[in-house]
């Protein structure tokens, strides 16, 4: 008994590529030595790799069996140490996806997607975005970076945890940033100090920036006076947090139901969204198009950031135009052709 606790132990230490290889290795010696002892048992080598494999497994189909007495006893042999063997390779890989369950959970894996979203910084608002992101896209793949060592949302397979300072070079990397289509920089509300919530999230900021200029970076922002600051790493897009919160409650407070459309177009989950389109080229100028989306259900809303184009509507179209529309999904699906 003492020697085979020996070897088990000895074996459980090994890499788990030296013990795939012994168990290759047992395995073909294995059923060499069935096929030498019974040829006529077996009629190839092939065979005895077969009964070998059923043996160790447990299965025991019958169709082979050894009928000499060497035949019989290196049966045993196979029963002692090949159904262990086997036995510690299945303990190896259950050991093994523990292990990655435990580094998933604590943010130790790297990510190796592309096309991924990175969420920075967990809070409540973090949340809502990675919920909002799977109501836009069910199948996007979402990469949360936090100081925490737990992963906020272990249950969804679709959203990886990268433990670390998000602002450190090895953490975006493991995140892989460079692969990434856009992050969202959330500020840090464990922070007191407002003016130290903008500077770390300015770090941050200037990280993905020197690493990944590509990536459309969108920061939240605490302080109106910080925006140049942000401007300067050229950050695509910011959120002045706390002015769109108080400027929402002015607009429920002094026009009723003026809250309820703009919280439909901020989220997918309630009514008509905002979409971007293609310009066709039968449209010539803002009303040919402000028309033809008008006759399939969709309303012209902007180009880029012109919310005045129905003051325009003679002007013609540029070449660079991105126009969105507001209108339900079935909608905007049926005039992008999807």
């Known amino acids: 008994m003492h020697f085979f606790l020996k070897i088990t132990t000895k074996l459980m230490t090994l890499r788990k590529t030296s013990i795939t290889l012994i168990i290759l290795g047992f395995i ?19 065979n005895a790799l077969y ?11 019958g169709d082979y069996f050894a009928k000499s007495d060497p035949g019989k006893v290196f049966t045993i042999f196979l029963y002692v140490f090949g159904i262990g063997l086997l036995s510690l390779v299945i303990g190896k890989v259950i050991d093994s996806l523990g292990s990655i369950q435990r580094q998933r959970g604590a943010g130790t894996l790297n990510f190796r997607g592309e096309d991924h979203i990175l969420i920075i910084n967990w809070s409540k608002k973090a949340q809502s975005a990675v919920d909002e992101i799977l109501c836009y896209s069910p199948k ?21 945890f990268v433990s670390g ?14 692969k990434s289509k856009a992050a969202i920089i959330f500020a840090d509300s464990r922070i007191e100090e407002t003016s130290l919530i903008d500077g770390k999230s300015l770090l941050i900021a200037s ?19 910080h925006i140049q600051n942000f401007r300067h790493v050229q950050v695509n897009e910011f959120v002045l947090s706390h002015d769109a919160i108080s400027r929402l409650a002015v607009r429920a407070a002094l026009q009723e139901g003026n809250s309820e459309v703009i919280r439909q177009l901020l989220s997918r989950q309630h009514g008509d969204d905002i979409y971007e389109i293609s310009v066709s080229k039968e449209w010539k100028t803002y009303k040919d198009a402000f028309q033809a989306l008008l006759n399939q259900g969709a309303t012209l809303l902007a180009d880029r ?14 070449p660079d135009a991105r126009l969105y529309i507001v209108s339900d999904e079935a909608t905007y699906r049926r005039i992008a052709g999807l």
């Open 28 to 46: 073909v010696v294995s059923a060499t030595v069935a096929f030498l002892l019974e040829p006529g048992t077996f009629g190839n080598w092939f």
């Open 51 to 61: 009964w070998v494999m059923t043996t160790m497994a447990t299965v025991g189909y």
């Open 140 to 160: 996007s793949q979402i990469v949360v970076i936090d100081e925490s060592n737990s992963h906020p949302l272990i249950h969804l397979h679709q959203v990886h």
């Open 165 to 178: 300072d998000p602002a450190a070079d090895d953490v975006l990397i493991r995140a892989n940033l460079t």
């Open 207 to 225: 990280s993905i920036e020197r690493l990944a200029p590509h990536v459309h970076t969108t920061v939240e922002i605490t302080q109106e006076k």
């Open 305 to 318: 950031s012109d919310l005045g184009i129905n003051r325009k509507l003679d002007q013609t179209i540029p």
